[in-house]
């Protein structure tokens, strides 16, 4: 267990170093695997939102996504575009960074977080400019049960 004490001692060491910048925000970064169909301009979107909110997507080009969505167990009433995995959780559709840090900071025991189709006020869904929000996040177990995990 880290003491208070060195976790500040350890926070000032980051400071440092972080006038290296660029170099050091890619070594925070938190990877997520990505799968997506190449053509899915609103996947790319919610890439590019992960990039800018401290993630660093690996994204994989798929083509046959139901199929894959089957194989990872993502029930059928939360799908949506893209698909990605992130420690032992799967991240379905458009759900915003802040969701998904969250997640791995509480660690529940779920299968994973979605939202269900494409609404249109989500990260890669929102045009340009827009505040964007009025849209669930969900949780959801193996056997298709889904709770509220946030709404915004
Ligand atoms: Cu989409």
């Known amino acids: 267990m880290l003491s208070r004490r ?8 980051l400071l440092v170093l972080s006038g290296r910048g660029r170099w050091l925000s890619a070594q925070l970064a938190t990877p ?3 799968y997506m169909s190449r053509s899915c301009g609103c ?14 997507p690996k994204v994989h080009d798929e ?3 139901e199929q894959l969505k089957d194989e990872m167990g993502v029930p059928s009433t939360v799908r949506s575009c ?16 802040s969701d998904i840090q969250r997640l791995l900071a509480e660690q529940p025991k779920i299968v994973g977080l979605a ?5 249109g006020g989500t990260p890669g869904m929102a ?26």
Request: aromatic share 10%; glycine share 12%; hydrophobic share 45%.
């Open 127 to 152: 045009p340009p400019g827009t505040k964007g929000g009025d849209y669930e996040v969900l949780a959801f177990l193996a056997n298709g049960s889904t709770r509220h995990f946030a709404s915004h």
């Open 82 to 97: 893209h698909t990605a995995i992130i420690g032992a959780y799967l991240i379905e559709g458009h759900v915003p960074a």
């Open 115 to 119: 939202v269900p189709g494409m609404p």
């Open 32 to 34: 997520i695997t990505v």
């Open 43 to 56: 996947c790319a979107k919610w890439v590019d939102h992960l990039s800018a909110s401290g993630f660093k």
């Open 63 to 65: 083509e046959k996504m």
């Open 6 to 13: 060195r976790f500040v001692v350890s926070a000032a060491g």
